[in-house]
């Protein structure tokens, strides 16, 4: 059967969620953790993979196998299993053709911004400290221009190869409450970089750089040299992935 | 000249605030910051020995010294030489007589607990992860009973020696957000623990083991063995010392 897995974790340790070359991933200490539950190598497919630093609250991974364990329990037989920077939150069993990625999501984000003089030591990792002050209403403005779909060419970083570069925004806000702005914004699909190249021009927008009306021009120009820096990873968590057309499926019961 | 700082700092990499002969405290990472800054060694006073794990938003030192750096540029030079999980927050020039211990003082702790299923590996080393449910309602009415002028024997870890037990407190509130649950308290002075034994008695109350009213019976008891267990340091963070005295002192301005 396949098991559905919904992740939370600390990126501060981990080189990204997806296995690689160099250093430790998240989607190692899964594996491993699994292999060591089931007595058999397993591989998880994910919905996404976060960059070296980039927390999730609640990422998405699939795997297959046979086991007599209820599927509901399998997240707390992992997260014995697992490090404390890495949870498993739910566990369920879904159809063998759901796929993490290839049907249709909803992706929501969080980039958190610490704005006043000292940073947060107890925050360090998890939020993108600027000591300079931010105008959250202006960023605010600027982030409408977002919602809607749009060819974000400007907000990927170059080597990416995606078929086409447009996506649609269903909500972008941004949320001052007292020293800290959240950049909050949710979506159908996001190119290699975009949420934090898109924090990085916000954040250029609030310091008065140009005016919250220039993120029009930016997604017109389709190009990333218009747009800002790309703002640092540790400030950035995937909050939430949504998968409507199988969540309505759901709520029809079980088809035969 | 005395030099007081306001320091910030997550605990969860050291052994507490004072130096001691196991392992590494605060204290030895900003002496040794300070004897960088002012090729001398240096040594501090604190007004809290924080425990192991427990974090600060403003915990106060003092320290003399004979320099030409500006006071309140002596916070930026020593950022500049600690850990990012230490950070000093503020330094200023106070006069000879002022001591961070010795002296009226107000402190406000806040106790923080995640009640809900899963912990938040994001914020694993700041909070108390509690799983089974909480009525932060009846948390909050048990805390009012310690506001007030009170002997709090119930609440201090035995071998603590202070001459007396009374102490007063000005504030105490129980407040939930969501899965979160904060207990904040504001008081003269502080036993040593009663915080994470306060949090500990009002985590029981939250539970049911007991009604709020109890609060009032362990008070009266003066004996460790009535009230709760000692929650858990991670979840402990100093938010705030203030010195009334001396801030009214300061307002009339310096004297001659």
New interface residues.
Partial sequence: MRIKLII???GTNYHGFQSQVNGIAIQDVIESALADLFCEPLRIKSASRTDTGV?A?GNVAVFDVETRIAPSKI?LAL?ARLP??????DSEEVPGDFHPRFQETVKTYEYRILNRK?????M?N?ENHIYYPLDAEKMDRAAQYLVGEHDFASFCSSGYSSKTTVRTIYRAEVIRTGDRISFFITGNGFLYNMVRILAGTLIEIGEGKYPPEEMEKILEARDRSCAGQTALAKGL?LKEIRYPEWERAQEQGPLA
Avoid: Q
């Fill in positions: 939370a974790y600390d927390h609250e997240a997260n404390e920077d890495i949870r498993i939150v000292f940073p947060d030591p107890m360090r998890l968590v």
